[in-house]
């Protein structure tokens, strides 16, 4: 009981700070505060990906299925392996690039940058204001 509420109040307290934080919707405030380097970036974002127990689990359930039984199974895994993460690297720089291009397109004008504000802070609040006023049915 006491977890949905802690809960509904993190997700208002997110919604109402994205509301009033400016900062993350500012293109020009945001480039020059980045302190991470590119590099920095693409190394937190492998760990965490490396780190993914949903990735090895997609692997090993079905990658064993394309492999002949008479072939050289570890050789035709990686070979598998490598193609799909050659195919993700692709396929994921592919949607940064248009992320980034559509945020700068959306973020360029003050009245779509409010408007991204707003509906980027509406979502928890919508969220979390249910969950905080929900009664518990009677059991």
């Known amino acids: 009981m006491g977890v949905k509420y802690v809960g509904a109040a993190s997700l208002l307290y997110l919604g109402v700070q ?6 993350q919707f500012d293109l ?14 693409y190394r937190k974002a492998v760990m965490i990906n490396v780190s993914n127990p949903k990735v090895a689990v997609f692997v090993l359930a079905f990658f064993p299925q394309f ?9 035709q895994l990686s070979i598998l392996g490598s193609l799909y993460a050659g195919l993700s690297v692709l396929y994921l720089g592919i949607v940064a690039l248009f992320a980034t291009r559509l945020r700068h397109r959306l973020l360029r004008s003050a009245v779509t940058r409010r408007a991204v504000q707003y509906v980027s802070g509406s ?4 969220v979390g204001l249910p969950l905080a006023v929900e009664k518990r049915p009677a059991a």
């Open 18 to 23: 994205t509301f009033w934080s400016d900062d």
């Open 28 to 41: 020009q405030t945001d480039l020059a505060k980045r302190d991470d380097s590119l590099v920095e970036t």
């Open 67 to 75: 492999v002949p039984e008479t072939t050289n199974a570890a050789f």
């Open 123 to 126: 979502v928890p609040v919508g």
